[in-house]
């Protein structure tokens, strides 16, 4: 309900198809997109236990900017290039991929109007990471 009511207003405001939602049944704290095929964000049931509302909201406005900048298709690509000339895109494929997490990450706070729930978010996803 909250995801996919979240989900769709705010694909509404980037004027990008809604992606389905899907839960993982899986403890560790993970979200990701693909975008290639049908748009679809996956987040674990250990993500959503972990977080609160405005934390999810902020994990969900990061994956909805990879979506709108097609940025799986962007990965795949620059995957695809590893294989046939994996030295010449390693720096360049680095510097895409960390810049487009950098901008997903700056359109949540920008949406939020603060970055205390992104960080809040990640600070917690860490911490079960290092246990």
Known sequence: GFFKDFVSKESGKLSIKE????????????????????PSIFVSAGLSELLKRKEMEAVLLH?????????????FSINALKLFTPLATFACASRSLEKEEIDADSYAILMQKTDK?????KHKINKFNLN
Do not use: F, Q
């Open 19 to 38: 992606p389905e939602i899907y839960s993982l049944n899986e403890i560790k704290p993970v979200a990701y997109s693909i975008t290639n095929l049908k």
């Open 63 to 75: 994956e909805l900017y990879h979506h709108k900048n097609k940025a799986g298709l962007m990965k």
């Open 117 to 121: 729930h992104l960080k809040s978010a």
